[in-house]
């Protein structure tokens, strides 16, 4: 099991600036890729960035790309999301989860682990 706690949301005006943590537990953080998702209220949950084990590798959805930056410390067992730039369309819960497989999806399904999330809110 891999216990995943989210930290970092609140409520910015656009334009503005968050750095999402999620801390893991369990077992060893650098087996696992690790993904951040949001969900809006009505929305399906959605792929945001990913990074791969050693985070020699990141992927992320085109509208986020030039303004979120996804990255790890294996050593701490934290992934963070650095979110700039803020659109009040990235208004959402960001939920981190865990892979245990390499091949790189974007598919939630996909992903073994889920922290509860943490709640973005972006004023215009």
């Known amino acids: 099991q891999v216990q995943l706690v989210e930290s970092g949301g609140g409520l910015v005006q656009a334009g503005g600036s968050l750095r999402l943590s999620c801390a893991a537990s369990?077992?060893?953080?650098?087996?696992?890729?690790m993904g951040w998702f949001r969900q809006a209220p009505g929305k399906e949950r959605e792929f945001v960035a990913r990074?791969?084990?050693?985070?020699?590798?990141?992927y992320y959805t085109d509208p986020v790309k030039g303004r979120f930056t996804i990255s790890r410390d294996n050593a701490k067992n934290t992934v963070y999301l650095q979110m700039n730039s803020l659109k009040p369309e990235d208004t959402a819960v960001y939920y981190c989860?865990?892979?245990?497989?390499?091949?790189?999806?974007?598919?939630?399904?996909?992903?073994?682990?889920w922290g509860v999330g943490t709640q973005v809110t972006v004023s215009s």
């Open positions: 989860a865990a892979d245990s497989e390499r091949v790189v999806t974007s598919t939630p399904s996909r992903y073994d682990y």
């Open positions: 990074i791969s084990r050693s985070g020699g590798s990141t």
């Open positions: 369990g077992r060893t953080f650098s087996n696992y890729a």
